[in-house]
């Protein structure tokens, strides 16, 4: 009875142990793999949404870069139409001018021709004779010819001053069609700036709109990035804490594990204990019925078969007492392996090398740490989901988290050069928080 007794509850234990905690693992890691499944499709949206950024600020760079363009083209359409503008005034005062000419001139033609009406009536009416008889009437020879110079020289005068007014009257008529033409050029092409000028405008209008689009657009986008960062930082800390939870449940069955043989190498103990002094008690009692039923025997017989009796429990003894002691350096050895001396044991991890070089710090190399501290190679490690400052042991060095960049369970420890990081590759260690 005592025997199934103690069956029964090492039966129970190992159930216990093999089942639950498995289970319970199990439940964390589905939660560690959903939060990571999740985490993805975060940092997914995040590459989108950044790469819907860098689309809208390189359109809004070109659009900006057009309006300052079409800026230019405005600035210089109307200085270009301030001096069409000045021209045509000056072509209007130029034109205004040219016809106060003109009508001076027809003035002084008028004046002329009438001064000719009059030469002319007053020879009709006094007759040719007027001036033959001024001729005749010489008193000499060079008289004569002087009188006939002036009569001639009169006539030419006026035939002079009638081609001449009617040549200034022409070039001034002339010149005044051309200074009209021009004028009416200069107003088309001051219509033609205006209407350009109206259509830069237009664009000039319609491109800052489309900025102001795309700004409204880009600072959308970026308040997205911004959540969308802050989602990734709660669900990074979401997946260091069931990290660290599946390690410290797999540190917890570990020890329990160790916990449960130790507990299974004593009960073995006891019932090989209880085996043997129950093998001790049927062997006295053997030796009692023998030594009545052989009473009558000689007292030699006797003493050599109790003897032999007395060997054989010493024997027995023996065996159990250096089966005991092999159990017992087993516990020791099972409790050494969770010694808790070093530190708050957290798991076996993944370890990992780095160096403040571009290759693995990229635009962070050279700067300080994620806590303000200065990387210093035999200190300084990088791990997620503990407080920085927090001092873990491996494999018997002391070192200080500083630094992020991985999740909990894998730890990056800081090389003093990129050589020494390649050469550290990949490994595994068990890990102790010793603060």
Not at 374 to 389: K, Y
Not at 393 to 422: C, F, K, P, W
């Amino acid at each position: 009875m005592k025997k199934k007794k103690i069956l029964s509850i090492v039966l129970s234990a190992f159930l216990t142990t093999g089942t639950v905690v498995p289970c319970f693992g199990a439940t964390t890691q589905e939660k560690i793999d959903d939060a990571k499944e999740q985490n993805a499709r975060t940092q997914s949206t995040l590459d989108e949404t950044r790469e819907k950024i860098r689309d809208l600020e390189s359109k809004k760079g070109e659009s900006e870069t057009y309006l300052e363009e079409l800026n230019g083209q405005l600035e210089g359409l109307k200085d270009k139409l301030q001096q069409i503008q000045t021209d045509y005034d000056q072509k209007q005062e130029e034109l205004e001018a040219l016809q106060q000419d003109l009508s001076e001139a027809r003035q002084d033609e008028q004046e002329q021709y009438e001064s000719m009406k009059v030469r002319i009536r007053y020879m009709y009416e006094k007759s040719t004779n007027s001036y033959l008889s001024l001729l005749f009437e010489s008193d000499s020879i060079a008289d004569f010819l002087n009188q006939a110079d002036y009569i001639a020289k009169i006539t030419e005068y006026d035939r002079n001053m009638l081609e001449q007014y009617t040549e200034t009257k022409e070039e001034i008529a002339a010149k005044e069609e051309q200074v009209s033409q021009e004028k009416d050029e200069i107003e088309a092409l001051r219509q033609e700036s205006v209407l350009q000028q109206e259509a830069v405008e237009e664009l000039v209008e319609s491109t800052y709109n489309q900025i102001r689009s795309y700004q409204e657009e880009l600072e959308g986008a970026q308040s997205q990035e911004g959540q969308l960062l802050t989602q990734i930082e709660q669900q990074n800390e979401e997946i260091n804490s069931l990290l660290k939870q599946a390690k410290e449940e797999e540190a917890a069955a570990k020890l329990a594990a160790q916990k449960a043989a130790q507990e299974k190498a004593a009960r073995e103990q006891a019932a090989r204990e209880a085996r043997e002094e129950a093998d001790r008690q049927t062997a006295e009692k053997a030796q009692k019925e023998a030594a009545a039923a052989e009473k009558e025997e000689s007292k030699s017989s006797s003493s050599s078969q109790s003897g032999a009796v007395s060997d054989s429990s010493a024997s027995q003894k023996q065996e159990s007492g250096s089966a005991s002691g092999t159990d017992t350096s087993s516990d020791n050895s099972a409790q050494s392996g969770t010694d808790t001396s070093q530190g708050k044991y957290l798991g076996r991890f993944k370890l990992t090398a780095y160096c403040t070089c571009s290759i693995c710090c990229g635009s962070w190399a050279g700067g300080s740490t994620a806590s303000g501290s200065t990387p210093t190679p035999g200190r300084t490690i990088a791990m997620g989901g503990v407080p920085f400052g927090t001092k873990l042991m491996i494999n018997g060095t002391v070192y200080t988290v500083e630094d992020r960049g991985t999740a909990y369970g894998h730890v990056d420890i800081l090389m003093g050069s990129h050589s020494q990081a390649l050469q550290f590759g990949l490994q595994y260690a068990d890990v102790y928080q010793v603060n």
